[in-house]
């Protein structure tokens, strides 16, 4: 696992053999890896969040929830990391 901190250590990329994952503050929000997306509880908390989520994913805000309803992105707030 490597971790790569930006944004004065509010933002994190952790990146697993099994994927890379998106923390901002202490919330893991977002998780890429194969041909899975995961949006985690606190992905739509502020629009500085929203923000982060839409440069990771290369989505607006508006697509990223329509791919969680129609289930090709999906949503799970226990998302955490896994090593």
């Not at 053999?17 to 995961?38: E, M, N, P, R, W």
């Amino acid at each position: 696992m490597r971790i790569e901190m930006q944004d004065a250590k509010q933002l994190a990329y952790i990146y697993t053999d099994k994927g890379t994952y998106l923390q901002h503050y202490s919330s893991i929000v977002a998780f890429v890896g194969g041909d899975k997306t995961v949006l985690g509880r606190d992905w739509e908390y502020s629009r500085t969040t929203m923000a982060h989520i839409s440069r990771f994913l290369d989505s607006t805000a508006a697509n990223t929830r329509k791919k969680i309803k129609s289930k090709e992105w999906v949503y799970d707030p226990e998302l955490s990391v896994e090593c």
